[in-house]
Structures are given as structure tokens and as C-alpha cells.
């Protein structure tokens, strides 16, 4: 569930992108994963659905180890995008939370580097990271 206030813009970094609608303190939780409000799915959920309901679960979810779930923000979340570029990452995931890792100004992008809660992410969409900017 995201905690801060955000809107969704044209992205820089790819397709569209999360973007901070209020100034953003370093140290500021801005999302953490909710059970009763983010989806999660087990690998026989996703079995179960059309190709196309889980082909939106695995571009827009992630993968949490520990739980074995997939998981699916049921709000603008999903569209927060990766950067491979530590200048540029601002916000510090984990499967559970996100964080500020800097002050984040109106109308910056949030970017996190999914490997940090998600390391199967680029394999299972079949993109090579080194092609990623």
C-alpha cells in the first residue's frame, strides 16, 4: 500500500513511471506490503488464471522468496520502475517495504533496483540487464 502521496507520468526510465506528488523525507517508508490490500497468488493461482490475467501478475507483481507468493500492488506501486544505476535509485526495496534511501523532490521519479527484492525478476521476463539504462 503506498504511504506517500504520488502520481503516474510519461517515465524517463520506461513507459510510465511513479512519480513523488508531495516532497519526500530520506528515511520515509513509502510503501509496505499489506495482506488484506496487495494480491498474492501461489504458482497453481496463476496456473488457474487466462495467459493474459498472468501475464499482468508477472510484468506488474514480483516474486517473494520467502512467502512463495506472487505478489500484485493493488495500487500505483506496480508502476514503479528499476534503475541499474545507483545515482539514480531512491528508494530501497524489499519485499516487504520501501524506503527513502534520499530526500525525494515534487516531481521526481521513484526508482528502485528490483534485484533487491525480487532476483528473479529479469529472468523470468526475459530481458538481459545489461541492455537495461
Not at 50 to 75: E, M, P, T
Request: charged content about 30%; overall charge positive.
Amino acid at each position: 500500500m503506498i504511504l506517500v502521496k504520488t502520481i503516474l507520468k510519461k517515465s524517463k526510465t520506461h513507459g510510465v513511471g511513479l512519480y513523488a506528488d508531495e516532497f519526500i523525507p530520506k528515511g520515509t517508508v513509502t510503501w509496505k506490503y499489506v495482506p488484506w490490500f496487495d494480491i498474492s497468488y501461489s504458482d497453481n493461482d496463476l496456473k488457474k488464471m487466462s495467459k493474459h490475467a498472468r501475464n499482468q501478475v508477472i510484468w506488474y507483481g514480483y516474486f517473494d522468496k520467502k512467502s512463495k507468493k506472487h505478489i500484485l500492488c493493488s495500487d500505483d506501486q506496480r508502476f514503479i520502475n528499476h534503475s541499474h544505476n545507483p545515482k539514480k535509485i531512491n528508494i530501497q526495496s524489499t519485499p516487504s517495504k520501501d524506503v527513502a534511501k534520499k530526500n525525494i523532490k515534487i516531481g521526481e521519479e521513484l526508482l528502485c533496483d528490483y534485484n533487491k527484492f525480487d532476483s528473479t525478476y529479469f529472468d523470468r521476463m526475459g530481458i538481459d540487464r545489461k541492455k537495461l539504462r
